[in-house]
């Protein structure tokens, strides 16, 4: 039991004890953790395998990975944004992103953002179809098409360089490569990693790396003008990923599988010794027992030799027969076709030219009536016309219906001729230049079409020459056409001329275009049945075979000689007949 003045100290030291623990206990609390800031960066969405979204949506590649090693390491935090590469190059400009993980260093690029230290370097590589013309430099794509990243540090490096291509910008570099896969583009100039990463990924077999080091750039982080605390930071991040050996794993993961790898002196001592010895040996016994076998092997390679020839001569043989199959099938298509069309148009032609006649007899007859009353009375309406004028103008139109029932009429019989199957002798004496006018007679529309500069010189008193007129017409026509098609505009000119050469005893039809001419490398193959550079526009590689072979029955010569860009000219010689044969 506490007396009065004992409860009142207690109840003093009690208070004095409370005010010294809850101050106490207040200093202990620790202060609220300072917020760490994110970091936001940029990337190319379509640059596999540096970075790229994979197929959950995620941020992937190397330089993503690299980018979490150096926040790690660094103890920042980052958040990806990847994009178009142009919408991301924009972003940092604009300040809505901090730094972008991965950009070619070039002295133009370092006037707009800081780089860092290159993270690695990059090689640019030109891609082309493997039945493309090879090439070895970047100067060898002058004139060609070429398809290049938009916005880019090759599209950067061509513009600077004032590359003389002809640049196919393209969203992506899988585009790009897409592009020339499908033949729109000659030539791809992509980096060599994400190249290969691209064609392996796409299956896209028919694209080899042609130029291997067009170009080598510096690969790193870009960050905006004067944001040196951050780039200091990704340097000092990038040195110790290097001194840990991390850099290397991630290196190795995502790249190093796509470049050839350094091979030492003692792997290749290694495999030596493994190959060479059991090599040694194995020839060793080849050589005593190709002595025993020396004399069978000869004899049947003699045998194999005599059976290659033999198979040749079948091959050719069969190419040959399947080429006269393939035109004779087309040739009694055409004739039936033919047939059809010429019957349902010589009839109301053969109207026309039996009506026409009898009108212009009528109207003979009548202009005597009808000027005897113009002469009495006056002029007056005929036809809704007065009549002065309709005297004129009649016999005039009588007169071009006439003849152009005679032009259909001569069409459809040049068309007839060409197509008309049966007797192909070469026993007829052909007049070349009355075959030349009915070539351009039946292809006149074509001609037209194409041009408005055609032209025509045909030498006189040409000697015949013997062979099958309907064939011989069949390859103008075709040569005809040619020149047509090779036109870009119809302010460029055709130009056909015929000629006799005495000393030669041989007649000559030439035929220039200026057009746009044919690739040297094409020149001597224009002739092989089945190729053709018009393939997307429906050729078939088959109308200069079929020529040259019915030049050929023809003893003739087919020649070209052509010049890209400026046109091509084509040169047909036939041997003429004797003169007493000509008589």
Same mark, same amino acid.
């Given at each position: ?51 790229? #979204? ?8 190397? *330089? ?56 690695? @370097? ?13 090439v070895n430099a970047l100067d060898e794509l002058e004139g060609r098409t070429v398809a290049v990243h938009r916005g880019g540090i090759m599209h950067d490096y061509l513009v600077s360089h004032k590359f003389s291509g002809r640049l196919t910008l393209t969203e992506t570099p899988a585009d790009a490569l897409r592009q020339l896969a499908a033949g729109t583009t000659d030539y791809a100039i992509v980096a060599i990693v994400p190249g290969m990463y691209i064609i392996r990924e796409l299956k896209l077999t028919n694209l080899?790396?042609?130029?291997? $080091? ?9 960050? &905006? ?9 990704? *340097? ?12 290397? !794993? #991630? ?16 792997? @290749? ?14 020839? &060793? &016994? ?33 190419? !040959? $027969? ?54 009495? $009375? ?24 006439? %003849? ?18 049966? *007797?192909?002798?070469?026993? %007829? ?17 074509? @001609? ?19 062979? $099958?007129?309907?064939?011989? %017409?069949?390859?103008?026509? *075709? ?23 005495? %000393?030669?005893?041989?007649?000559t039809f030439r035929l220039r275009d200026e057009g746009s001419g044919i690739a040297p490398e094409n020149l001597a193959r224009l002739t092989d049945p089945f190729f053709t550079t018009k393939r997307d526009t429906g050729g078939t590689g088959l109308g200069l075979s079929v020529s040259a072979g019915i030049v050929k029955e023809h003893g003739g010569m087919l020649e070209f000689d052509s010049i890209p860009g400026r046109g091509t000219d084509v040169t047909l010689t036939l041997p003429t007949v004797p003169e007493e044969?000509?008589?």
């Amino acid at each position: 039991m506490l007396f009065p003045g004992e409860a009142q100290v207690w109840r003093l030291l009690l208070i004095i004890g409370l005010c010294f623990f809850f101050p106490i206990t207040a200093a202990a609390v620790p202060p609220p953790t300072e917020k760490i800031p994110v970091i936001v960066v940029g990337g190319d969405r379509d640059y596999p395998p540096y970075e790229f #979204i994979d197929k959950d949506g995620q941020p992937s590649g190397y *330089n993503v990975e690299l980018t979490k090693a150096i926040a790690e390491v660094m103890g920042i935090k980052v958040q990806f944004r990847l994009g178009s590469w142009a919408e991301m190059r924009e972003a940092l400009q604009r300040g809505k992103i901090d730094v972008l993980q991965g950009m070619s260093y070039s002295e133009e690029r370092a006037g707009q953002v800081d780089f860092s230290l290159p993270h690695t @370097i990059v090689n640019h590589a030109v891609f082309a179809r493997r039945d493309s013309p090879n090439v070895n430099a970047l100067d060898e794509l002058e004139g060609r098409t070429v398809a290049v990243h938009r916005g880019g540090i090759m599209h950067d490096y061509l513009v600077s360089h004032k590359f003389s291509g002809r640049l196919t910008l393209t969203e992506t570099p899988a585009d790009a490569l897409r592009q020339l896969a499908a033949g729109t583009t000659d030539y791809a100039i992509v980096a060599i990693v994400p190249g290969m990463y691209i064609i392996r990924e796409l299956k896209l077999t028919n694209l080899i790396p042609v130029v291997r $080091n067009v170009a080598t750039q510096r690969y790193c982080y870009a960050v &905006g003008k004067g944001n040196t605390e951050l780039l200091s930071r990704f *340097n000092e991040g990038l040195a110790i990923l290097k001194k840990t050996g991390q850099y290397s !794993l #991630i290196y190795n993961k995502w790249l190093g599988v796509l470049e050839p790898q350094p091979v030492d002196l003692r792997t @290749i001592a290694r495999y030596a010794a493994i190959v060479v010895v059991p090599l040694i040996l194995l020839l &060793g &016994g080849f050589a005593l027992w190709s002595r025993t076998l020396h004399g069978q092997v000869a004899l049947r390679t003699a045998d194999l030799t005599r059976e290659i020839a033999e198979r040749r001569h079948a091959e050719e043989e069969l190419r !040959l $027969n399947q080429q006269q199959l393939l035109q004779a099938d087309k040739m009694a298509a055409l004739g039936v076709l033919v047939s059809g069309v010429a019957h349902e148009i010589n009839n109301p032609t053969g109207l026309i030219l039996l009506e026409v006649p009898t009108l212009k007899r009528f109207q003979a007859d009548a202009a005597k009536v009808l000027e005897q009353y113009y002469r009495e $009375n006056g002029d007056f309406s005929c036809g809704g016309l007065p009549y002065s004028r309709m005297r004129e103008e009649v016999p005039r139109s009588l007169e071009k219906l006439q %003849e152009a029932g005679k032009r259909i009429k001569r069409i459809v019989d040049d068309l007839k001729d060409f197509a008309r199957q049966g *007797n192909s002798s070469l026993n %007829e004496i052909v007049d070349l230049n009355a075959v030349a006018q009915a070539a351009v007679r039946l292809v006149e529309p074509s @001609i037209r079409k194409a041009t408005v500069r055609f032209s025509a010189v045909y030498a006189e008193e040409l000697p015949g020459i013997r062979g $099958n007129s309907q064939r011989i %017409e069949q390859v103008l026509v *075709n040569l005809i056409l040619n020149a047509c098609q090779a036109l870009p505009d119809i302010s460029r000119a055709i130009q056909l001329t015929t000629s006799y050469d005495r %000393e030669r005893g041989t007649v000559t039809f030439r035929l220039r275009d200026e057009g746009s001419g044919i690739a040297p490398e094409n020149l001597a193959r224009l002739t092989d049945p089945f190729f053709t550079t018009k393939r997307d526009t429906g050729g078939t590689g088959l109308g200069l075979s079929v020529s040259a072979g019915i030049v050929k029955e023809h003893g003739g010569m087919l020649e070209f000689d052509s010049i890209p860009g400026r046109g091509t000219d084509v040169t047909l010689t036939l041997p003429t007949v004797p003169e007493e044969e000509n008589r």
